[in-house]
């Protein structure tokens, strides 16, 4: 009985670091920008040369509709997906201090100084997420990264 309690405590062991590594993989949970709930990656439309993940199928018609409305979240889902990535401060434009950089939203942002990271610091939830992610501040901070093209 023993060897059955022990065989059966090491699967366990395994499993359970497997759920770990597989979350650790997979990143941060990918929120639809019209609803907040969780994005299904088959349910998308293109934006910015990337792809923004909707709920349901009736939010990306929404999202069409006002996409000025939504864009701020949409920008913040390019880049906790990673089909967008950091080349600059989002508030400046200019080169980044890794010395600054501070999780905003679930996501890893860099700021040319810490005047900046500063500003970013003291402002509420909303005012963060917008000068940070706002249309603004991806056109001076991200780019999306060019996909790949299929050989076929």
Known sequence: MGKWLL????????AVAGTVIADEKSGPE????????????????EYRGGEVYFCCPGCPGKFKE?????????NHQLIASGQ???TA?????????????TEVE??????CCNGCKGKVAKADE???REMVFGDKAFEKGFKVKEKQ???G
């Open 84 to 86: 967008a990535k950091q």
């Open 89 to 101: 401060c989002p508030l400046s434009g200019r080169e980044t201090n890794s010395d600054t950089a």
């Open 30 to 45: 990918l929120k639809c920008p019209i609803s907040g709930k969780p994005a299904k990656k088959d349910v998308a439309v």
């Open 66 to 74: 006002k996409t000025e409305k939504y864009s701020t979240k949409a």
């Open 149 to 151: 093209k299929k050989e």
């Open 106 to 111: 679930g996501v890893s942002v860099a700021f």
């Open 126 to 128: 909303e005012k963060r």
């Open 7 to 14: 065989a059966v405590l090491a699967g366990l062991a395994v």
